[in-house]
């Protein structure tokens, strides 16, 4: 069998120099990662561009692991799934539907809300005038919608009124960033990944977002200090969020954990 490993075309204009080194430096990390673990077949490195359905033909490739997002459009998640659907060459991860659905804060807030799961309000902007329309509830967090959820939680601002929200939104929407505000809840930020599919899919204790000075700048995931009901609930919610999208082989579920409730906040259907 001949694997494909499918890596982003980090590119200079959509992010920082040193935010492009550090995640090219992540995404290699994670893709050496698997191909010692794939160490019984061929795998083969490719990096998502116009030539990857070409290149993929011609090198016979079986399987594809994905870890990109779009080409055309770095935010589209999609892409790489419709071009494998396009090509008939089986991938790993969701397919085109339920990347589409997990990233898209009305669709994902709409199927919450049908299936009574807490959520915070939240909501996406990008220019003024959409973020007017927004129905805000306060305190919220003012957010990169282009942003992993971990990034995204490091950049957030905090805003308690309309005039905080437009004072920190104006010079975002002028340096050409989507926000997403959302509203601030009291509790612990978990992350909970889902392994697999159907009746086998395996969910994962939660993990807590920290800051951890001795390995750097940046938040890190850490073992969740919860006690066993939240962590029950954390992982119910997490498996029928999963379901629910109709995601497939892994994801993550990111939530906001208190005494009373959990609240999901955030899917990444396609974790590096």
């Known amino acids: 069998m001949r694997i494909g490993i499918i890596k982003d075309n980090y590119r200079i204009d959509s992010l920082s120099e040193d935010l492009l080194r550090q995640k090219e430096k992540e995404q290699e990390k994670v893709a050496r ?46 892409e790489l799934p419709s071009l494998l659907n396009s090509l008939d060459i089986a991938y790993a991860g969701s397919n085109a539907m339920g990347m589409g659905i997990a990233s898209d804060v009305s669709l994902l807030t709409a199927i919450l809300t049908r299936n009574d799961i807490p959520h915070p309000k939240m909501g996406v902007a990008e220019n003024p005038v959409a973020l007017s329309g927004l129905s805000v509830e306060y305190p919220s967090v003012v957010m990169n919608n282009s942003s992993d959820l971990l990034d995204s939680r490091e950049e957030g601002s905090l805003v308690v009124s309309g005039e905080e929200l437009f004072e920190e939104a ?21 992350l909970v990944a889902v392994l697999g599919n159907g009746d086998e899919k395996e969910v994962l204790p939660p993990l807590a977002l920290v800051e951890a000075p001795e390995r750097g700048e940046g938040i890190y995931a850490a073992p969740a200090d919860l006690k066993d009901t939240p962590v029950n609930e954390a992982k119910a919610v997490a498996a029928k969020v999963f379901d629910l999208l109709q995601l497939r082989d892994y994801g993550i579920i990111a939530m906001r954990v208190n005494d009373k409730k959990v609240y999901v906040y955030g899917v990444d259907s396609a974790p590096d």
């Open 33 to 78: 990662a698997m191909e010692e673990a794939l160490s019984e077949y061929d795998v083969i490195d490719y990096i998502f561009d116009e030539h990857l359905g070409d290149r993929l033909k011609e090198d016979k490739i079986d399987l594809v692991i994905n870890m990109a997002k779009g080409n055309l459009d770095p935010n589209d998640d999609g």
């Open 170 to 190: 104006t010079p975002r929407f002028a340096k050409g960033e989507e926000l997403l505000v959302m509203e601030s809840l009291e509790g612990q930020d978990v």
